[in-house]
């Protein structure tokens, strides 16, 4: 990025961990497409709910040449996010989502995928049943518990690498089967 990228919180405290969070998928987006200009990412909590916890609203404005591409991730147009961190994948899987359209149309072309996805564990939540596979060419893909072949979850660790089968969920693309590559992988029945 031209400019160093700016965070923002509204309606709660700056936290340490999910500035990181937030960097980490910021260089993923530039590593991802060089041209971008500027990030700015403001993170909103603006109220508790009687029935639910906290909901958060995570805003992503891209300037690239030529444009700018805003992300907007509402409750009132997507599925409520109680959980910060799941509030910001969606919102830079969007970003990226923009930003391939973007490049695409730049470069007059589209690009496919070739081979069955594979990638490796970058976000495990054990605790909450959930995760985050990075594939190859640097998305992130979300996967639940139950969807780790062989009872596999609570063997998955940060690095794992897997091969997966990727659908559209209700919040974007989710892997619904997911499959330990190598030794560890191997069931015997």
Same mark, same amino acid.
């Given at each position: 990025?031209?400019?160093?990228?700016?965070?923002?919180?509204? %309606?709660?405290? *700056? =936290?340490?961990?999910?500035?990181?969070?937030?960097?980490?998928?910021?260089?993923? /987006?530039?590593?991802?497409?060089?041209?971008?200009?500027?990030?700015?990412?403001?993170?909103?909590?603006?109220?508790? &709910?009687?029935?639910?916890?906290?909901?958060?609203?995570?805003?992503?404005? /891209?300037?690239?040449? !030529? @444009? @700018?591409?805003?992300?907007? *991730?509402?409750?009132?147009?997507?599925?409520?996010?109680? +959980?910060?961190? /799941?509030?910001? $994948?969606?919102?830079? $899987? @969007?970003?990226? *989502?923009?930003?391939?359209?973007?490049?695409?149309?730049?470069? !007059?072309?589209?690009?496919?995928?070739?081979?069955?996805?594979?990638?490796?564990?970058?976000?495990?939540?054990?605790? +909450? %049943?959930?995760?985050?596979?990075?594939?190859?060419? %640097?998305?992130?893909?979300?996967? $639940?518990?139950? =969807?780790?072949? &062989?009872?596999?979850?609570?063997?998955?660790?940060?690095?794992?690498?897997?091969?997966?089968? @990727?659908?559209?969920?209700?919040?974007?693309?989710?892997? =619904?089967?997911?499959?330990?590559? !190598?030794?560890? %992988?191997?069931?015997?029945?």
């Amino acid at each position: 990025m031209q400019l160093p990228l700016e965070i923002a919180f509204r %309606g709660l405290d *700056r =936290s340490d961990a999910i500035e990181a969070s937030i960097r980490r998928r910021a260089e993923q /987006l530039d590593r991802f497409f060089d041209r971008i200009m500027a990030c700015r990412v403001v993170v909103e909590a603006p109220h508790q &709910h009687q029935r639910k916890g906290r909901i958060y609203h995570v805003r992503i404005d /891209l300037t690239v040449p !030529g @444009e @700018e591409l805003v992300v907007r *991730r509402d409750p009132s147009e997507h599925a409520p996010h109680e +959980d910060v961190y /799941l509030a910001i $994948h969606d919102a830079f $899987h @969007e970003a990226r *989502r923009q930003l391939q359209d973007y490049a695409r149309r730049r470069r !007059g072309r589209v690009k496919s995928r070739v081979g069955p996805p594979h990638g490796r564990v970058v976000e495990l939540f054990k605790e +909450d %049943g959930y995760g985050f596979i990075e594939t190859k060419d %640097g998305w992130e893909v979300y996967f $639940h518990r139950n =969807s780790v072949l &062989h009872d596999g979850f609570d063997r998955l660790e940060l690095g794992t690498e897997v091969r997966f089968a @990727e659908e559209e969920g209700e919040k974007g693309p989710q892997a =619904s089967t997911v499959e330990i590559v !190598g030794r560890e %992988g191997k069931h015997e029945l």
